[in-house]
C-alpha cells in the first residue's frame, strides 16, 4: 500500500504557472503508475495527466495539453505536475493517484490510490 500527500496549491494570476507536489510513501513509488486528477465545484472528477510507472510514457487531457507536465523523481518518491499558461477554468482541487498495475500505457481511470487534494485558484 502507498500513501500520497499533494503539496504546491494556491491562488495564482491567470497566465501564471504553479508545481504541484505529490509525496508518496510506504511501498516504494517506483513500482507504481501514477496520475493526476482534479475536481472543481459540482462537477465529477476528471483525468488531467498519468505517467507509467517507468516513467517512459505520459498522457494528458486535452484541456491541458502543451500547458501541462506530469514527472516523477523515483530517488525522492515525488510526483510532479507543472501547471504553465494557467486559466480560471483550471481551478479545482488536484488529486494524485497510484496504481500497482505496471502496464505500457498511461492510465486514464481505474487508480488504487488516492491522497486527500491541494486547492488549486486561479484568478481571472
Known amino acids: 500500500q502507498v500513501q500520497l500527500v499533494e503539496s504546491g496549491g494556491g491562488v495564482v494570476q491567470a497566465g501564471g504557472s504553479l508545481r504541484l507536489s505529490c509525496a508518496a510513501s510506504g511501498r516504494t513509488a517506483r513500482n507504481y503508475a501514477m496520475g493526476w486528477f482534479r475536481q472543481a465545484p459540482g462537477k465529477e472528477r476528471e483525468f488531467v495527466a498519468a505517467?507509467?510507472?517507468?516513467?517512459?510514457?505520459?498522457a494528458y487531457a486535452d484541456s491541458v495539453k502543451g500547458r501541462f507536465t506530469i514527472s516523477r523523481d523515483d530517488p525522492k518518491n515525488t510526483l510532479y505536475l507543472q501547471m504553465n499558461n494557467l486559466k480560471p477554468e483550471d481551478t479545482a482541487v488536484y488529486y494524485c493517484a497510484a496504481d500497482a498495475r505496471r502496464l505500457a500505457v498511461p492510465r486514464r481511470s481505474g487508480y488504487d490510490y488516492w491522497g486527500q487534494g491541494t486547492q488549486v485558484t486561479v484568478a481571472s
Open positions: 505517467i507509467t510507472w517507468s516513467g517512459g510514457s505520459t
